[in-house]
């Protein structure tokens, strides 16, 4: 159900744009731009001159069997397009979601085992000054202190590890901050439970009583914003590959919008809602691993 209202909101919106695939297309060709006769073959050669209804039930039947159709702008598979773009997509978001991870559980764990008031309330208020910044502005500052102030990795492009790590700090800065706000309201949360006031009381170490009784229980609701955090970092590299001038499916998704190559869009934006399906669906059934209640429940 996901996947088919994905597909049918995509659809609606790539239809409702007001220019006109072919005539972009054409309009690469300085011969053929102004040719009106040739702008119809085009659209009858790609199909876009056929009902509306028509072109979605056609593009939903292809989705369900798993064909995606051909790029306009390409004229190739969407499923190559996207399979050769997806590798450096991965990588970037992959780093991303580890930094994010590690990130928001340092910030939960010091705020949490802090002996001063003071900076446990600045800890806190932390992540909602990262949510507060823009993606693409905090590329640009990554960019600017890290590889030209001080030369320590490259600004652009995909050249091996070292040019992911930029990218990966600016898409886990954004997705760290939700993640770090749930952890540390469960963590609140889960100090208020009488075995951790015992434990507290018992004079155990405060990184003791983090790490043996509070975190298990604290990373469950963090754990249910992982399927949200995916969306959001698949989302984040359209900004991020194009602040970093990388390849990936962010660029593809980029340009097909432009050249308004509505297989491409639509290729892209549905397996990246399956993957976030999947995710969400791994995330669920590990909650009887981490939790013994639903495992008795269950």
């Known amino acids: 159900m996901v996947l088919v209202l994905t597909y049918t909101l995509v659809f609606a919106v790539l239809y409702a744009l007001p220019s006109d695939p072919a005539a972009i297309m054409l309009s690469q060709s300085e011969e053929q731009a102004g040719d009106l006769e040739a702008r119809e073959r085009f659209r009858e050669e790609l199909g876009l001159n056929r009902p ?74 932390i992540p909602s000054f990262q949510a507060s910044l823009p993606v693409f502005w905090v590329g640009l500052v990554l960019i600017q202190l890290f590889a030209f102030t001080f030369p320590l990795f490259p600004p652009t492009g995909n050249r091996g590890f070292s040019s992911l790590i930029l990218p990966a700090i600016t898409l886990g800065l954004s997705a760290s901050a939700s993640l770090a706000q749930v952890f540390i309201s469960a963590l609140e949360t889960t100090y208020k ?15 003791t009583v983090f790490l043996r009784h509070a975190f298990r229980n604290a990373s469950i609701p963090a754990i249910t914003m992982l399927g949200v955090i995916v969306g959001n970092l698949l989302s984040g590299t359209v900004v991020v590959e194009t602040v970093f001038a990388r390849s990936g499916l962010g660029r593809v998704v980029q340009n097909a919008v432009l050249a308004q190559d509505f297989p491409l869009v639509q290729g892209a934006v549905l397996i990246a809602a399956t993957i976030v399906v999947v995710v969400n669906l791994l995330v669920d059934l590990s909650y009887p691993l981490l939790d013994p209640r639903v495992r008795r429940s269950a």
């Not at 439970?193 to 990184?207: D, G, Q």
């Open 52 to 125: 509306v209804m028509v072109q979605y039930l056609d593009g939903m039947w292809g989705m369900v069997r798993g064909d995606f159709g051909v790029s306009l702008s390409q004229r190739r598979p969407v499923l190559e397009v996207v399979g050769g773009a997806l590798p450096a997509t991965f990588a970037v978001a992959g780093l991303g979601l580890l930094f994010s991870v590690v990130g928001a559980v340092l910030l939960a764990a010091l705020a949490m085992t802090t002996r001063f008031r003071w900076l446990g309330s600045a800890l806190k208020a």
């Open 193 to 207: 439970e009488p075995y951790i006031v015992t434990a507290r009381a018992a004079a155990a170490r405060p990184w």
